[in-house]
């Protein structure tokens, strides 16, 4: 059964760093579109990173630079942020799709295009 784990969320001030982990079962990830979201309250679902075939990365322009999407050989993402800011704080979740297509940005940062998720973590950046 396909499954995905988050875990590492917390609560840290503006400027800080966490790293967060997918653990992901029942699939290979670097096979698959892998991507982390992000809901703040009252606001709708946003991508904020993407991987495909575990070579390709894509970045919302919010976290371009603070942000990096890895995986390991134990079937992990990662999501490891710096330089966190206020509004990055919201719900994270770990997202899988299909095959890694070859698509953009667009698509891979589209969470409509992701049929397996994560609980959420929560992630709290005080400023």
């Known amino acids: 059964q396909e499954q995905l784990v988050e875990s590492g969320g917390g609560s840290v001030q503006a400027g800080g760093s966490l790293t967060l982990s997918c653990a992901a079962s029942?699939?290979?990830?670097?096979?698959?579109?892998m991507a982390w979201f992000r809901q703040a309250p009252g606001k709708e679902r946003e991508g904020v990173a993407a991987?495909?075939?575990?070579?390709?990365k894509y970045y919302a322009d919010s976290v371009k630079g603070r942000f990096t999407i890895s995986q390991d050989a134990k079937n992990t993402l990662y999501l490891q942020m710096n330089s966190l800011k206020p509004e990055d704080t919201g719900i994270y979740y770990c997202?899988?799709?299909?095959?890694?297509?070859?698509?953009?940005?667009?698509?891979?940062?589209?969470?409509?295009?992701?049929?397996?998720w994560g609980q959420g973590t929560q992630v709290t950046v005080s400023s």
């Open positions: 029942g699939y290979t990830v670097r096979d698959y579109s």
């Open positions: 997202a899988a799709g299909p095959r890694s297509p070859a698509y953009g940005q667009s698509w891979y940062l589209n969470p409509e295009k992701y049929n397996v």
């Open positions: 991987s495909r075939v575990g070579i390709i």
